[in-house]
């Protein structure tokens, strides 16, 4: 899982991964770093996966 947001990173190499490119999840990490959103992927093999997005708590300004 380290490595799922790098540049042309598919996953295994079955057949079906053919046409992938790689980019998607690239693309996700660096809109949510620009963002200052943390990203956190878990998986297990034949039951799904799962990413969660954590935005910033950020301070109230007492209606100011």
Do not use: C, H
């Not at 949510?32 to 998986?43: F, G, P, Q, V």
């Amino acid at each position: 899982m380290p490595y799922i947001f790098q540049k042309g990173f598919t996953g295994d190499s079955t057949d079906t991964r053919k046409k992938a490119t790689g980019i998607g999840l690239y693309l996700v990490k660096k809109m949510a770093d620009d963002l200052n959103l943390r990203l956190e992927a878990a998986s297990q093999w034949g039951k799904g996966f799962k990413i969660a997005i954590f935005y910033p708590k950020l301070r109230s300004s007492g209606g100011k």
